[in-house]
């Protein structure tokens, strides 16, 4: 077991603050996937960690769970229809694994969840969609709802949505 050369104090120095992202559009990629077994054993799902690759929050870290394998229906098709958003938004059309999902921009559309059942407020994607062009659109966060939760600094303005950019090989009229 390693030793630390010097004593350690946690009492000393603050745990860090985990407040969720701003709800917005934000790049991203795919860093990891791993098929895990659900917790009542009788499934499984795909748990994808995305990776913020631009901006204030480059670095932080989305996690999307989709269930693949479920008893119930809807929800395999509700995860289906998401991994088909990703594939979709990668260039992908079909996969054989999901690491051929690895380190390929994308936008992930997040939101704010709000707390419940006694864990506080979390991010979840709402949907992915394909990265405009290189440089791709800056993140559009909107205003977060007051609370403590809040995150200090400019990221707490509201900032307005970006049109939509039209694709150059779509006709106009």
Known sequence: MPNFSFPFDASSIPAPQYLPLPAGQYPAHIIRSEFRATKDGRG??????????????????????LNLTNDNPRTVQYAEQTLSSICRAVGKAQVTSSEQLHHIPLIADVRVE???NGYDERNSVKRFLPRAQPGGPAPTPVAPRPGPSTPPGPASAAQPTQAPRSLPWKRQG
């Open 44 to 65: 499984e799902y795909l748990e994808l960690e995305l990776e913020i690759i631009e901006g204030q929050y480059t670095g932080r870290k989305l996690f999307e769970r």
């Open 114 to 116: 709000p707390a419940k």
